[in-house]
């Protein structure tokens, strides 16, 4: 199965600057089928990115993901504090789908 | 408003069984497959299992196999997942997720999610 690890583990920034996670595959991910989620505590994920850049409905245009083949970025252009939370890509190009650990952003 | 309500979690011990259940609404149930996706204390998300919108077809976790059962009642707009011989590696949130495009067999993305059951497998 892929495996998917992000970075950092737990990422520290103030309001109003830039967010950059990775995401990086053990293998190639099929037609860059990777997503991103976002998850706060007590709550389910809630996507933000599939496809590897396009936005989810509703997500705000500050959310942008990029990159193909085994390494993935979603960028947060200017963090706003509801922007803190734990984010997780996902690869739903090969059985099983798997996810990463997961990035901590957190403010610091 | 699409939402998803998982029940049915607790504790229970090393070998027990638990029946989880997800309650959709907001949405026609019966035309979309489903997945339970779970969380385990302090790690990642794993995929649990999947189920397509007329419940003919399952797939499972190596993990769970054999073991867990999905199932669904489209009359009820309600998904289930039947959880035998538990162990503590189970131990887990367990999610119910609404995949909105796959791209090979069960291998999706979920546009909704509910918040979780806890399951505790512990003596």
């Known amino acids: 199965e892929i495996v998917l690890t992000q970075s950092p583990g737990t990422l520290s920034l103030s309001p109003g600057e830039r967010a950059t996670l990775s995401c990086r595959a053990s293998?190639?991910?099929?037609?860059?089928?990777l997503a991103w989620y976002q998850q706060k505590p007590g709550q389910g994920p809630r996507l933000l990115i599939y496809?590897?850049?396009s936005r989810a409905t509703g997500i705000p245009d500050r959310f942008s993901g990029s990159g193909s083949g085994t390494d993935f970025i979603l960028t947060i252009s200017r963090l706003e504090p509801e922007d803190f939370a734990v984010y997780h890509c996902?690869?739903?190009?090969?059985?099983?789908?798997?996810f990463g650990q997961g990035t901590k952003l957190e403010i610091k | 408003e699409v939402q998803l309500v998982e029940s049915g979690g607790g504790l229970v011990q090393p070998g027990g069984s638990l029946r989880l259940s997800c309650a959709a609404s907001?949405?026609?149930?019966?035309?979309?497959?489903m997945s339970w996706v779970r969380q385990a204390p302090g790690k990642g998300l794993e995929w649990v299992s999947y189920?397509?919108?007329?419940?003919?077809?399952?797939y499972y976790a190596d993990s769970v196999k054999g073991r867990f059962t999905i199932s669904r009642d489209n009359a009820e707009n309600s998904l289930y997942l039947q959880m035998n011989s538990l162990r503590a590696e189970d131990t887990a949130l367990y999610f119910c997720?609404?995949?909105?495009?796959?791209?090979?067999?069960?291998?999706?993305?979920?546009?909704?999610w509910g918040q979780g059951t806890l399951v505790t497998v512990s003596s």
């Open positions: 997720a609404r995949p909105i495009h796959c791209g090979t067999g069960a291998s999706c993305y979920d546009d909704c």
């Open positions: 907001g949405f026609s149930f019966s035309l979309y497959s």
């Open positions: 189920i397509n919108n007329g419940g003919t077809a399952t």
């Open positions: 293998q190639s991910v099929f037609n860059n089928y």
């Open positions: 496809g590897a850049s």
């Open positions: 996902q690869q739903y190009g090969t059985s099983p789908r798997t």
